[in-house]
């Protein structure tokens, strides 16, 4: 099974190198390699995720039996050890070992080891089911491209570098993979590096991604300080590891031994500051929509389904470090904390409520989309942030839906951009419904599982996360907290002595009780349910706002009169069959994942919590019994629907309405089409003073290191000149010269010599 | 000897060669007595034939002046070895220079002389530069010569000794060829005595004490210090010692020196004769060489050098003239 | 005779010849005539090689001397070769002309402008008349009309 999972990335691996060694020559076959290996990685990722049910399926019924037993099931490949510096880690507080010992010294050991569970399972599946009907999509959307192949390789080592991050089970690796899809993103962004347009976009995606990663480079060296070790699993057969690992079975099954406190909740929030970055949250989010300046397979790929949605599995995947941070306050409201998930939860929903409100009046057909994403990656930290079982499965399903749908979305944008001739502007183009009949139909399925109407993927997985968040909202009552805490008074007033907050320990003790309420005394959960209960009317009515920019976009696109730009000439025409099938294969999918994978099989769930990192007490507790509300689905899709009627109205027709609307809107109009003035304000507050600052460096360089530098090098140039001078040509001269030496010779040996 | 040399100008080389008679006469007067008056006559005018025809030879402006004159020189040089007693290279020289190198000059002056003075010929390069350059070399090694061949004899100390002679025997004066008083830094008299060979100080410390001692007490009023400090010091630089005659007489001057000379030569210096003979022969080989390499003198004409002087600027080499290369290739 | 004074006298007649030749060499332009001086320069040299071996007693200086000769033979031969060479290139004996070693954007050696330039007259050295006089042209007007034969 372990060479399955090496596979995986292995095989994309091989392909770019071959297309990149070969391409020159393969030129307009360059996509064969890469699709044929990216499509053999999708087949092993179905036999990894397999494998993984069955032993999930074998470890519950163990679980059973017996409680004690590990949590979650994980299956370990290691390929090789990377770094190995005997007691680099020196502690006076004292490590964790599995066999519960302590150490004081640590190495640092870096094993490149490949580790699936049912997350990374999931995410290997995803994202290699969408990169193959990426490539087969961009072999005849990139068809005839100078760089043909050049694409191709990249696209190669994205998917190798995607599928790495997901599965490497070590936070420096992870790190490194985490650079390696944004130097991929950057590289395929910034394609037609002859357009100054993507040139500058790619930049500003690197640059801005850079802030992010400097966010998640301070938590891994917080990890490394606090926990003496990087990886994720325990020390495995034969490797010279001691310390538990971050995210291994050791601690998973006995919490306390998590580092708590504010160091916790500073690890938590700099690792949302490294999602922020790659997921494109608010204040980091203004390099996405300037992605779209890549080639548009490639925005279906990266920029919609697969690397943005990093930040969403890193959240996921260090569930149980947030859990650890508890409800240590990142700051006070009143006498309430506001703790690191609340801050997940927060950016998460203000993100989808801003992204959704600049793509309201976005003209551009792929920034709507991008925009689009940006807003519904929000949902998913809305989601995330709420911390509990839940809502965790719900952002994740989303994460797996939305994967299907944009990527529909953005390719059936690509159909449309590559029949108008490259014209993305929806101004420019209408009614294209009767010349593009399939993309029409598909994209219409897609802009339907956006908007999330029943039954298709988005109603479903958006339904989760309203659920999860009204739950959130409403399901622990006070007084019911309050009868647990004071069960629990005694035990907690001993436990707090010692500055840590026990979480496990109580959590055990109050069954079924949300963890955050449960170990703080002076928790007052009126500020939470009020807070959480914001951003569900907030979640909601982003549902909305979703719903009408999707069917806006749509109808100007698909509706009204036929119009087409000239740069299309006379040629505008549906795309060719490699292109429609990923279109007709993932609008299938899009229609029916919700409904397979969703609420009505829970197979989604299931398999998802039984990842070590969910499937521990502390967050197995908080989930609650699944049940279907019928109000939250029924306001969700109300909505939704007030949102499309709204835009048939504003869209189908002449249209006269939007402009006088917009109009009558002024200054908040302006404010959506500018989206927000983001970009104009970081280019006041960072980028000219920074650029002011650039240009000081460089006059020091320019006069005062470089005129040291050419001062001493003008020393010998002009001894050279004075030199030169003697250089005269004349035999004479030189006889002269020699003769004046023989003169110094001898006049030294008479005064000198006797 | 830069009035002499050719300026371009007129005037200036009478002046030339009077100052130039008279800086031969001061040099004259530098000559050492050589023993009968015969032998002074002889040298003498040897010498100066040699350097006042060597001056003119340089200072001429027509190389055909010049090439005669420095056989001239060449003559008084062959005269100077005989007088050395080096009766086979006088000859040797005579015949090589004279007879064939000066010959081959003026060959070359005939077949590559341009019409009338060229200016080149009237000009000299940097002349002041290269008289007073030339100057301080002669004066260095007059100098040098001078100090270690003649060094004075300072009276005092002569007086000294012969005042002393009676009661010391330590030093004879006619023994003391040079004798010079110099101020040391501390204030001491150095007396440094250049002895002959038969004295040899050198080695014998109670000698030298014995000549300190007496010559610093009875120097010590004529030189105005106390006895103390005055040092004697002999034989500071070792001079060559010289041979005897009878020696000499055996050897270099032996009557029968071509047969010692080609003895020598045949027999210790065999490498060195071989060497010469081998390097004459590449020489031809040489020559012949460069001068059969480039015929066609039109191939490359060329004269960078701008000519003020109206209108000797590059001459195109006649047709005719292409063929003179090969007479002196013949020659050498 | 007074061995020392000898070769007092002699390194002292060396040094003139050998100044003055170095001088010689160092002013004049006339490949030949530096040529010349070089030549002196040996001379000498030889002088005092010849007066120091006759001090000694030994035969090394005399030795040292047919070396001189030898190679100044040699020498001349080359020398007198490549004069021939160079002349035929540029029409001129003077050294100046060839001073192509120099840096590239030095000027070439600029010769000093004369007070007055007259083209004078050849003065070749007077040979008293022997034998039957040549038959001279008679349209070639020119002073020592035996130029014309050459």
Redesign the interface.
């Known amino acids: 099974m372990n060479a399955l999972l090496i596979a995986v990335p292995a095989l994309p691996l091989a392909g770019a190198l071959f297309v990149a060694l070969t391409g020159w020559k393969l030129r307009g076959l360059s996509h064969w390699p890469i699709v044929l290996t990216i499509a053999a990685s999708f087949l092993c990722s179905l036999g990894v995720l397999n494998h993984v049910r069955e032993e999930v399926a074998k470890n519950q019924a163990l679980a059973d039996s017996d409680p004690a037993k590990t949590v979650g099931f994980e299956m370990v490949a290691p390929i090789w050890t990377w770094l190995d510096i005997p007691d680099a880690y020196q502690s006076n507080q004292p490590l964790n070992t599995p066999g519960g010992k302590t150490v004081t010294t640590a190495p640092l050991h870096i094993d490149v080891v490949l580790r699936a569970d049912a997350l990374t399972a999931i995410m290997l599946c995803m994202v290699t089911f969408i990169s193959t009907l990426v490539a087969i999509y961009a072999a005849g959307y990139m068809h005839g491209d100078r760089s043909y192949w050049r694409f191709f390789v990249y696209i190669g080592l994205f998917v190798f570098s995607m599928t790495m991050l997901v599965s490497v089970s070590n936070f420096v690796l992870l790190f490194c993979f985490w650079e390696a899809v944004g130097a991929c993103s950057y590289l395929l962004i910034g394609f037609w590096y002859q357009k100054p347009e993507a040139a500058a976009a790619g930049k500003k995606a690197l640059l801005v991604n850079r802030v992010g990663d400097f966010g998640l480079a301070l938590a891994l060296f917080l990890i490394w300080t606090n926990y003496g070790t990087l990886d994720y699993h325990d020390p495995v057969e034969g490797g010279q590891s001691v310390v538990a690992g971050v995210l291994g079975q050791t601690r998973l099954a006995n919490p306390d031994l998590f580092v708590h406190g504010g160091v916790a909740v500073a690890i938590c929030a700099l690792l949302f500051v490294g999602c922020c970055g790659k997921s494109a949250q608010f204040p980091l989010h203004v390099w996405l929509p300037d992605a779209m300046e890549g080639p548009t397979p490639v925005s279906a790929l990266i920029h919609a389904a697969t690397m943005v949605t990093a930040g969403v599995y890193l959240v996921t995947r260090c569930t149980p470090l947030f859990m650890a941070a508890g409800a240590e306050p990142l700051f006070m409201v009143g006498d309430s904390p506001f703790t690191a998930q609340m801050l997940v939860a927060v950016i998460g929903g203000f993100t989808a409520l801003l992204a959704g409100l600049i793509a309201l009046t976005q003209t551009d057909l792929k920034r709507v989309l991008a925009y689009s994403t940006v807003s519904q990656l929000g949902y998913m930290f809305l989601a995330l942030g709420t911390g509990s079982s839940l809502g965790i499965v719900a952002g994740m399903f989303h994460l797996f839906t939305h994967a299907f749908f944009k990527a529909l979305l953005f390719l059936g944008s690509g159909s449309v951009m590559h029949a108008m001739g490259h014209v993305i502007d929806m101004r420019q183009f209408s009614g294209l419904r009767k010349i593009m009949p399939i993309t029409h139909a598909t994209f219409l399925i897609g802009c339907l599982a956006l908007a999330g109407l029943f039954p298709f993927a988005g109603f479903w997985s958006k339904d989760e996360i309203l659920a999860s968040l009204h739950e959130r909202s409403h399901a622990h009552p006070v007084a019911t907290e309050q009868a647990a805490l004071q069960i629990d008074s005694s035990k907690q007033a001993s436990i707090d002595r010692d500055g840590y907050q026990h979480v496990a320990l109580l959590s055990e003790e109050t069954p079924h009780k949300h963890p955050h309420a449960a170990h703080n005394p002076a928790f007052d959960t009126t500020f939470s349910h009020g807070l959480y209960g914001f951003l569900y009317y907030l979640a909601v009515g982003c549902a909305g706002l979703t719903a009408f920019y999707t069917f806006r976009a749509f109808y100007m696109t698909f509706y009204g009169e036929l119009k087409v730009p000239a740069a299309a000439g006379d040629h505008a025409h549906e795309s060719p069959a490699s292109m429609t099938t990923p279109l007709v294969v993932l609008a299938v999918c899009a229609v029916f994942v919700g409904m397979v994978f969703g609420f009505p099989t829970h197979a989604f769930s299931d398999l998802l919590t039984q990842t070590p990192s969910l499937a521990y007490k502390t967050i197995a507790d908080t989930a609650v019994e699944p049940e279907f509300h019928v109000d939250v689905a029924f306001w969700g899709t109300v909505v939704a629907l007030i949102g499309i009627a709204l835009a048939s109205y504003l869209y189908l027709g002449d249209r006269k309405e939007a402009a006088a609307i917009a109009k009558a809107s002024g200054p908040l109009y302006d404010l959506s089409l500018g989206k927000f003035f983001i970009d104009q304000l970081y280019l006041v507050v960072f980028v000219f003073p920074l650029l002011v600052l650039a240009y000081l460096c460089y006059a020091v360089d320019r006069f005062l290191i470089d005129g040291a530098v050419n001062t001493v090098g003008a020393i010998p140039v002009a001894a050279g000149k004075t030199m030169?001078?003697l250089?005269?040509?004349?035999?004479?001269f030189y006889?002269?010269a020699m003769?004046?030496g023989?003169?110094v010779l001898?006049?030294g040996?008479?005064i000198y010599g006797? | 000897m830069w009035l002499m040399l050719p300026r371009g100008r007129k005037g200036g080389r009478l002046l030339g060669g009077m100052l130039s008679a008279a800086s031969l006469a001061c040099f004259g007067a530098l000559g050492q007595c050589l023993g009968t008056w015969s032998d002074n006559l002889v040298f003498g005018v040897v010498g100066t034939t040699a350097v006042v025809s060597a001056a003119l030879a340089v200072t001429f402006r027509s190389p055909i002046y010049c090439a005669i004159w420095f056989a001239l020189s060449l003559l008084a040089t062959a005269g100077l070895f005989m007088i050395q007693g080096a009766q086979f290279l006088g000859v040797a020289t005579i015949v090589v220079y004279a007879g064939a190198i000066l010959v081959t000059f003026l060959f070359v002056i005939m077949l590559a002389q341009p019409e009338g003075h060229a200016f080149y010929d009237r000009v000299s390069w940097e002349g002041l530069l290269a008289a007073v350059t030339g100057s301080v070399l002669v004066g260095i090694l007059t100098m040098t010569t001078v100090a270690v061949l003649s060094p004075g004899k300072d009276p005092r100390v002569m007086a000294a000794l012969a005042a002393d002679q009676p009661a010391g025997k330590i030093l004879p004066a006619e023994k003391v060829r040079g004798a010079r008083v110099t101020t040391a830094a501390d204030g001491k008299q150095i007396v440094e005595l250049q002895t002959s060979e038969a004295m040899a100080f050198e080695k014998d410390e109670a000698k030298l004490k014995a000549l300190n001692a007496e010559l610093a007490t009875s120097l010590a009023k004529p030189l105005g210090v106390a006895a103390d400090q005055i040092l004697v010091i002999p034989d500071r630089v070792k001079l060559p010692t010289e041979r005897n005659t009878e020696k000499r007489e055996k050897n270099i001057l032996n009557p029968q020196h071509v047969a010692k000379l080609g003895g020598e030569m045949f027999s210790k210096q065999l490498i060195a004769v071989e060497i010469a003979g081998t390097l004459l022969l590449v020489a031809l080989v040489g020559a012949i060489a460069i001068l059969s390499i480039d015929r066609s003198p039109k191939t490359r004409p060329l004269d960078s050098v701008p000519t003020k002087l109206g209108g000797r600027g590059p001459r195109p080499v006649p047709a005719s003239e292409a063929s003179e290369p090969e007479l002196v290739g013949g020659k050498s | 005779m007074n061995e020392l004074a000898l070769l007092h006298n002699s390194l002292l007649i060396g040094a003139l010849l050998f100044g003055l030749g170095m001088a010689g060499f160092l002013a004049r332009r006339n490949m030949i005539i530096m040529f010349l001086c070089a030549e002196m320069m040996l001379q000498g040299i030889a002088v005092s090689l010849i007066a120091w071996g006759r001090y000694h007693n030994d035969w090394g200086g005399q030795m040292l001397v047919i070396m001189i000769l030898t190679v100044a033979a040699c020498e001349a031969g080359l020398a007198l070769a490549l004069i021939v060479m160079l002349y035929q290139r540029t029409g001129r004996l003077d050294i100046a002309a060839w001073s192509e070693i120099r840096e590239e954007s030095l000027p070439a050696y600029q010769d000093v402008e004369l007070d007055e330039f007259t083209a004078e007259t050849q003065v070749w050295p007077k040979l008293t008349t022997a034998g039957v006089l040549p038959d001279v042209d008679p349209s070639v007007d020119e002073p020592g009309g035996h130029r014309g034969q050459l």
């Open positions: 030169r001078l250089q005269n040509g004349m035999v004479q006889a002269l003769v004046l023989l003169i001898v006049w040996i008479a006797s």
